[in-house]
């Protein structure tokens, strides 16, 4: 059973710092990719950002220059380092894990979320 277990959500002032941790528990193997999203109020859920495993990264044009993904791969857990924070990063935030078992079936497993909170 694999599990994502989220960490670092909260209530941040505008212009602070929080940093978001996603652990994956349980035997998972074949990661492809690994990532955040977001949901804010009324809104859909949207990719923040990805890390594949060969280190190559994306971001959404609305957090480049701010956040900052990073994996490590021996623990099996992704950070999500938020600078500059905005009002309009409010959100709750999802860790996302993609891959293949050996025997070739994929998957995709979300976390629980957790909630950040930017203060104007």
């Known amino acids: 059973q694999v599990q994502l277990v989220e960490f670092g959500g909260g209530l941040v002032k505008t212009g602070g710092s929080l940093t978001l941790s996603c652990a994956a528990s349980g035997s998972i193997i074949g990661i492809s990719v690994m990532g955040w999203y977001r949901q804010g109020p009324g809104k859909g859920r949207e990719l923040v950002a990805s890390r594949d495993s060969g280190g190559s990264t994306n971001y959404a044009d609305s957090v480049k220059g701010r956040f900052t993904i990073s994996r490590d791969a021996a623990k099996n857990t992704v950070y999500l380092q938020m600078n500059t924070l905005k009002p309009e990063d409010t959100a709750v935030y999802y860790c996302?894990?993609?891959?293949?078992?050996?025997?070739?079936?994929?998957?995709?497993?979300w976390g629980q979320g957790t909630q950040v909170t930017v203060s104007s």
């Open positions: 996302n894990v993609a891959g293949r078992w050996r025997s070739g079936i994929p998957y995709n497993y």
